[in-house]
């Protein structure tokens, strides 16, 4: 049996499908890279993607277009980043709670939004045609490669999208005055000010960047992955992202190969469920203890580094 | 156009903050052009707020300021920065993980194609600055990893390359080495040759008299003079900065001092940047006495007062109290060996200041048998325990219910001692007890101590008051670059003496450090 | 005089922060519905009274049903309230009432007990194990630094795909259609409380016996104190000497004890064998409850009535009207962002303080007067 999953992981379409499932969760993990960067913490990212996977289908559908559900997913997705920038930085409610409150919203609040909008009850199937989801795409030559290009070709374009948002924001943090802009934030807001960057505009700009990152996972799971919108559909990917940015480190390429990790245990987890004997919960239960351990370890590693210079009264 | 004599005037300046205190009165100020002045003070002499004012970070309440021949409101630092002012502050407005480079052109950086950095032409202009300065940096290097002078350096960089012309630099040789400081000279009189203005805070007087033109000495929120640097002696700079208006005297039996209480043997301790802020510091205090340390701010108090309570780990040395080691033990375990400590910072560390006075004033003792039965508090005895402690020590409040934070700096201080003093301590730790609170609590705090210390507790008063170190004190230890430098103990001090050891202008020898220390 | 103008200030801006949050419902409602004033009126008075043909009555299995909902809720508020008090952000109480329930659940099913003391093992048992659960989030983070959201998010996970994998492979009833547990022995059922089928059990009387001992533990005995010394100041509880460590630590401990008690005696109190099969979310309504009742265990029991009674309405009009009842995540939602919003009225409360202080100065002045005066007589 042990024989037959270990074939199966290196088969082509297994790997195919480990880069489809990881896109959504790259995408969130990006979001939170960006906002940690400045040193907000959005734990909402679980709802903007309930949110905009919502509205990016329901743009798509009353457009015909698939290019304006992204972009409206993305829009969307933005400003839920502003209202909780709002909430929390003028108003003053801690953004965590900000956060688990865009998370309600984004449960209940779907279902009774898609109601609203089309009378359906809980999910889109109804709605959906083929001219409305992303399409996928074939990489010329590389696509003829045997293996290579089974793996690398034929994915939707917001799969490939999501991969080149690693490097854009990795370009965007380092090679942009703002991404410089927001790393001083994040690290030293006071010598941020004193040079006169506006910190709560930065901070703004760190949210709405994240929650438009967000977006473009919801729009990735309505108008690609599920092929349709549902209630249950991102099933945690939200929090999942929070690992992946945690065991990361904060960094884009980190963020990316801690979101294979998880795409790859989800992959494990559907092939798994098909054999006999083997529990899909237990292949399930991989990610979540790899974050708990990465993080342990990640943070034994930067112990290591300060002086044991003065006994630290327990950091907050 | 002439170019006025003056390249910045401060006329008449006053600074009166919300609670009353006024920490600048009146001040006139002004700095040549191209000239190194000095301005010096002791702590809460008023330096440190006239420069805020000068670089826009404060408001003056009344008085004028004329920068290159034209008035000119300064409201926040970026007006300052336009009219060629800069600020190097005490602590280093750094982004740690970003390089050279990027700290320099934070705010300002340049860009290519409207949407990049150009990071090319951010060390361009960083090489640029440093090479036409002698301020050599590594324009690559993240700030985590260069040392304390090459970080100066880049502050003063980011300065320069704003375009400034009069630089204020706030206690730079704080946290540098003795190289580190003879490399900073050379560059400011570098500076100075360009044609640039330095304004130069300190309290060190040997460096004074070597780098600067003119000084103006401040004491009391008030300017007691400006003097050409040449012309003035160490001395007569320390009498002026160190010389009290008034002179506080508090009633006092004369100490019977009997055994040891707190032993200190040859501390020292280096800090996080490498630098030795504690070079072995040894002394006694005994039951019965207070002792005072004296010393301008930053010479090494903080340190000790840390690793007396356990915070922080000293390289070598000793601490015993009565016997027991403070060393690294947990505060509840010094406190249960009959430690007591007022924080320099009660709102941070003496008080919970949404929670109730008396539930600050219980802190140390909520856990003792007799305010518990069994798992619940013995709330009678808890309330009558604060009640009574609000009374010995006439905390103005409505009850002991009122939330601390809602008091006045005197009666938070007053809740703070309250707990600390009734403890029936055998060591105080008093560090600034009286500092920014009204008369009446002052009075009260040091009658309590002396009172404290009579009945045979042992006092260890760090205090930046000179008037409250000189008065209150049965000995005085004088701590200077984290050392030792005067040991007295027989009463006999007055304000010149007392300047000079705090200067570092006079230093007794070991033998008499010895004698009076104990140790 | 001006604690009691701040408090009824409080009081206040609490009602406003619910009245902004019912209104952002409503004006969902008025966009989505063709009868909203039908569905208002269900939302906001449905849940008590009942118009029939005799009149307008009040609706006591309503009101039961309010009340049994209200159980989980109260523990998780509970839970909430002792771990947020340290101010530390756990959130793995969804995680802990899920396995509570599981554990309950299966000592109520295999365990061979006659008496009633059956549901008591059962509860406590399960409460010991996710109390023991908590010391992961909580070690690591007092002796690591590790975040504990980051972890306590992760571990609600894995608590439910370990509590899915044995309910699916060990424990799970195979005569039965949908997955879940064979049949809980009738001695670990808590019986209901009150007769009809609100499913009311005695599991209420416990929870509001556990706000009472919630309670006086924060308020009354030094455990309790010293979570929430340390919750206002870290700094100043260590300085004073309290083991700032362990009673974080012992704080999500308790914060498991609760989840864990409410998720079993929800399972044994409203069901016949366990079946969640995935986390029932009565983690994320405690946080909601906890923050209405601003931390205080008292509050709690009213804070959860009045999400239940929303949520009830929220049902009873989707039932009976064209707005589905998920309405109720938007208003608590709502409620939430205004409820913990500090700054929200914050200049009315500016001005409401200047003015007392100006109140208070005139009226010691007036007194020093009047006593000068009569010194001088």
Not at chain 1, 46 to 52: D, L, R, V
Not at chain 1, 250 to 256: I, K, Q, T, W, Y
Not at chain 2, 507 to 517: L, M, N, T, V, Y
Not at chain 3, 300 to 329: Q, R, W
């Amino acid at each position: 049996m042990l024989e037959q999953l270990i074939a199966s992981v290196f088969k082509a379409d297994f790997l195919f499908s480990v880069i489809r499932i990881t896109a959504p969760i790259l995408f969130a993990a990006l979001a939170a890279v960006v906002a940690e960067k400045a040193g907000v913490v959005n734990i909402g990212l679980e709802g903007i993607m309930m949110i905009t996977a919502l509205f990016g289908f329901l743009f798509a559908y009353w457009t015909q277009s698939w290019i304006i559900g992204v972009l409206g997913a993305v829009v969307v997705g933005a400003l839920l980043g502003l209202l909780m920038g709002f909430f929390s930085f003028k108003l003053k409610t801690d953004i965590i709670l900000a956060g688990i409150a865009v998370n309600m919203l984004g449960g209940g609040g779907t279902i009774f939004l898609l109601n609203m909008f089309t009378g359906l009850k809980g999910n889109t199937g109804a709605l959906v045609t083929s001219n409305l989801l992303i399409p996928t795409f074939k990489i010329p030559l590389i696509s003829k490669i045997p293996i290579l290009g089974e793996i690398l070709s034929g994915h939707a374009i917001l799969t490939y999208l999501a991969f080149l948002f690693v490097w854009l924001t990795w370009m965007l943090l380092y090679k942009t005055p703002l991404g410089l802009d927001i790393r001083a934030v994040g690290e030293n807001p006071d010598a941020a000010s004193s040079v006169g960057v506006s910190v709560l505009k930065i901070r703004y700009m760190a949210i709405l960047v994240s929650g438009g990152l967000a977006g473009l996972g919801g729009a990735f799971m309505s108008l690609y992955y599920s092929q349709g919108w549902n209630s249950g559909m991102v099933a945690g990917r939200g929090f999942i992202a929070l690992a992946a940015q945690a065991m990361g480190r904060g960094e884009p390429v980190g963020a990316m190969l801690s979101s294979l990790l998880f795409g790859l245990a989800q992959a494990l987890r559907t092939k798994v469920s098909g054999l006999q004997g083997v529990s899909s919960y237990l292949v399930s239960l991989i990610p979540y203890l790899t974050t708990i351990v990465g993080l342990v370890l990640y943070v034994l590693s930067t112990r290591r580094k300060t002086r044991k210079h003065q006994i630290q009264p327990i950091e907050g | 156009m002439e170019q006025g004599e003056y390249v910045v005037q401060m006329k008449g300046i006053s600074k009166v903050y919300p609670n009353g205190i006024a920490a600048n009165k009146s001040v006139d100020f002004s700095v040549k052009r191209g000239e190194i002045h000095a301005l010096i003070g002791e702590n809460g002499a008023g330096k440190s707020t006239l420069m805020k004012i000068l670089f826009g970070l404060e408001q003056p309440t009344e008085g004028a300021i004329i920068v290159n021949d034209e008035k000119v409101h300064l409201a926040s630092p970026t007006d300052a920065i336009a009219r060629g002012i800069g600020m190097v502050h005490q602590h280093f407005m750094l982004v740690p993980s970003l390089t050279v480079a990027e700290n320099i052109v934070l705010g300002i950086t340049p860009k290519k194609s409207g949407m990049f950095i150009d990071y090319k032409k951010a060390v361009e202009l960083t090489q640029e600055y440093a090479q036409r300065f002698n301020l050599h940096v590594e324009p690559d290097a993240r700030v985590i990893d260069i040392n304390v002078g090459m970080k100066q350096k880049v502050e003063i960089l980011k300065a320069l390359v704003r375009g400034a012309r009069v630089l204020i630099l706030d206690e730079p040789t704080a946290v540098l080495t003795t190289q580190e400081t003879v490399e900073l000279f050379h560059e400011l009189k570098n500076l100075k040759e360009q044609g640039f203005t330095i304004i130069f805070i300190s309290h060190k007087l040997k460096e004074i008299k070597e780098l600067t033109d003119r000084i103006t000495i401040m004491r009391g929120g008030k300017s007691v003079g400006v003097y050409d640097t040449a012309s003035i002696t160490e001395q007569e700079i320390s009498r002026k900065m160190v010389g009290r208006d008034v002179i506080l005297t508090v009633e006092k039996d004369e100490a019977k001092p009997t055994e040891v209480v707190l032993s200190v043997r040859d501390l020292q301790y280096v800090n996080e940047w490498g630098k030795r802020v504690l070079d072995g510091v040894s002394f006694d205090v005994r039951s019965g006495e207070i002792v005072g340390i004296a010393g301008v701010e930053g010479n090494g108090q903080r340190e000790l007062v840390d690793i007396l309570f356990g915070l922080k780990l000293p390289e070598e040395g000793t601490a015993t109290v009565g016997g027991e080691n403070l060393i690294g033990r947990p505060q509840a375990a010094i406190r249960s060996l009959g430690v007591s400590y007022v924080p320099e910072d009660r709102m941070a560390f003496g008080i919970a200041s949404s929670g109730s006075i008396e539930e600050n004033v219980i802190s140390d003792r909520y856990h003792h048998r007799r305010f518990n039965k069994g798992p619940f508090f013995k709330m009678k005895t808890l309330h009558e325990e604060s009640d009574k402690l609000i009374f010995d020590y006439a905390v103005h409040c409505k009850s002991r219910k009122q939330e601390v934070g809602m008091l006045s700096g005197g009666n938070i201080q007053k809740v703070v001692v309250s707990r600390e003093f009734s403890s029936d301590p055998i060591l105080i730790i008093a560090d600034q007890p009286t500092r920014g609170i009204d008369v009446g609590a002052t009075e009260m705090i040091r009658k309590k101590l002396v009172e404290l210390s009579r009945e045979g507790a042992a006092v260890l008063l760090v205090s930046a008051d000179l008037n409250e170190v000189m008065e209150l004190s049965d000995s005085l230890i004088v701590l200077n670059s984290g050392k030792v430098v005067a040991c007295l103990d027989d009463g006999n001090w007055d304000d010149i003496m007392m300047g000079e050891y705090m200067l570092g202008l006079k230093r007794q020898s070991d033998e008499e450090i010895g004698r009076s220390c104990h140790a | 005089m001006r604690n009691r103008r701040m408090v009824l200030f409080g009081i206040f801006r609490g009602a406003a922060a619910i009245f902004l949050a019912l209104a952002v419902g409503a004006i969902f409602i008025f966009l989505s519905s063709k009868e909203p004033w039908k569905a208002l009126q269900y939302l906001l008075i449905g849940p008590f009274i009942t118009t029939g043909g005799s009149g307008i009555a009040f609706n006591t299995q309503n009101f039961y049903q309010i009340l049994a909902a209200m159980i989980p809720t109260i523990f998780t508020g509970l839970a909430v309230c002792v771990m947020f008090a340290a101010n530390e952000f756990n959130l793995a109480g969804e995680g802990c009432v899920l396995v509570g329930g599981f554990v309950g659940g299966l000592i109520g099913v295999y365990l061979n007990m006659n008496s009633g003391f059956h549901a008591v093992i059962a509860v406590l048992v399960a409460a010991i194990v996710t109390g023991l659960i908590m010391l992961i989030p909580s070690l690591l983070k007092v002796k690591l630094g590790a975040s504990e959201m980051v972890t306590s998010l992760m571990l609600n996970f894995v608590m439910l795909y370990v509590v899915l994998h044995f309910l699916n492979f060990n424990f799970a009833d195979r005569t039965k259609g949908a997955t879940m547990t064979k049949a809980f022995q009738e001695t670990a059922k808590i019986p209901p409380l009150v007769p009809g089928n609100s499913k009311l059990s005695w599991g209420f009387v416990v929870a509001l016996v556990a706000v009472v001992i919630v309670s006086f533990f924060m308020y009354r005995t030094r455990w309790g104190y010293s979570i929430r010394m340390i919750g206002i100041n870290k700094s100043f509880s260590l300085y004073s000497g309290m083991k700032v460590g362990s009673m974080i630590v012992l704080s999500q401990v308790i914060g498991g004890v609760l989840s864990g008690m409410g998720g079993s005696i929800e399972v044994l109190g409203r069901y016949n064998n366990y079946l969640w099969r995935d986390l029932p979310g009565y983690g994320w309504v405690g946080i909601t409850v906890a923050i209405l009742a601003k931390n205080n265990p008292l509050g709690v029991p009213f804070a959860a009535f009045f999400l239940a009674y929303l949520n009830k309405g929220c049902s009873l009009m989707s039932t009976h009207s064209d707005v589905p009842s998920e309405m109720i995540d938007i208003i608590q939602a709502a409620i939430f962002l205004f409820f913990a919003a500090e700054q929200f009225l914050a200049g009315t409360r500016q001005k409401l303080v200047i003015k007392t202080t100006h109140e208070e100065l005139e009226q010691l002045e007036k007194a020093r007067l009047a006593e000068g005066g009569s010194n001088n007589a």
